[in-house]
């Protein structure tokens, strides 16, 4: 919540925020750092060594894509051994068992595995090319990528991490705060064309305004809530930062959570109107689309600058309007974000809607 005006608020505008936090901040932050590195190369030896076969990919930046493109990530050989092996892995933080294998390949010949194996090919531009080629980004693609040659008893490898653009947007329960298990707030965000968002994710959401005061669940089981102001209610005597809670129980313990989307395929559209929740539905269909899911909603404001200074029905039954042009009597918030009615009686309000086609 924020401040009383009942306007949930996600803020893009970038901010001069400082960096210093407290111990535990500083700490998730510390061991964060390695994550966002744009590319840095490992060895099964101990400690960094000098490579011998790859090229040190330490020149590029993060590999950047939005869901629904395609991303290349760039491993090239510095010597091109006479018998060898390019293994492609995506490193998963919390994998155990088996490697997370892509694909594997050696100068003549290349084979797929796992989820990843048919949408990934090599584009080999040329004779020393190693690169892996990723097709239809999905929201879980995001994340960090081995490419390890193997040459008889030597092997050594680079780390590339492919990050997907987009915005992370806070999600509670039509009931109230801190209604979700894990597996529910995963659910919760799928069912909102969204995923639940990584550490590196909300860091980053919070380095452009992020501002929420209500623990929620990530990715890997830890609960986090980022802010930008610090006020009573919020840790006040703390400075800015993101606050951590840790991991917590995935079956019992609930609080909300932070979701990740990204663009989308169709277009979000406003019907005016006073409708019940259901006469927005059918107004909706009447355009030939659908009443818009939450993620839909904060991937238009983002994506498109969408801007709408009226309050409409989506699917999950809340009310919510996009505002990438703040002004005084669109919710009286200076930062532009998604404001947020909560979840109006669904027969006795009358709003307008947003769809989705």
Not at 97 to 126: C, D, T
Not at 180 to 187: D, L, P, S, V, Y
């Amino acid at each position: 919540m924020i401040g009383h005006l009942h306007l949930h608020n996600f803020t893009g505008a970038e901010r001069k925020t400082p960096f210093i936090m407290n111990f535990a901040v500083i700490l998730l932050l510390t061991s964060s750092c390695f994550a966002w590195t744009s590319a840095i190369y490992t060895s099964n030896r101990e400690g960094p060594r000098k490579l011998k076969y790859l090229l040190e990919p330490l020149m590029y930046a993060d590999v950047v894509a939005r869901r629904g493109e395609n991303a290349t990530l760039p491993c090239i050989l510095r010597i091109r051994p006479s018998h060898y092996k390019v293994k492609w892995t995506k490193l998963e933080a919390e994998h155990v068992g088996q490697e997370n294998i892509i694909m594997v390949s050696n100068a003549h010949a290349f084979k797929p595995y796992g989820h990843l194996g048919p949408r990934a090919s090599l584009p080999k531009a040329h004779t020393m090319d190693a690169s892996l080629r990723l097709h239809g980004l999905e929201l879980e693609d995001g994340g960090m990528y081995r490419c390890e040659l193997v040459n008889g008893i030597e092997d050594e490898s680079v780390v590339i991490t492919l990050r997907i653009e987009g915005v992370v947007f806070p999600y509670q329960s039509k009931s109230g705060r801190y209604r979700f298990t894990f597996h529910e707030a995963k659910e919760v965000c799928a069912q909102q064309d969204g995923t639940l968002a990584s550490y590196n994710q909300l860091y980053r959401a919070w380095t452009q305004g992020l501002d929420w005061c209500n623990a929620g669940w990530l990715h890997d089981g830890t609960v986090h809530y980022p802010i930008v102001n610090p006020r009573p209610a919020c840790g006040g005597e703390l400075l800015p930062g993101i606050r951590s809670y840790g991991p917590k129980d995935k079956n019992h313990d609930r609080f909300d959570a932070f979701c990740f989307t990204s663009q989308t395929s169709g277009s979000v559209s406003y019907v005016s109107g006073s409708f019940s929740f259901e006469q927005a539905g059918h107004a909706c269909q009447r355009q030939g689309g659908e009443l818009a899911l939450v993620g839909h909603l904060y991937s238009a404001w983002h994506f498109q600058n969408y801007d709408q200074c009226d309050g409409g029905w989506l699917s999950d039954g809340s009310v919510r309007f996009p505002i990438s042009n703040p002004r005084e009597h669109c919710g009286g918030i200076p930062e532009a974000g998604v404001r947020s009615f909560g979840f109006p009686n669904k027969t006795m309000h009358l709003y307008a809607a947003y769809c989705y086609k």
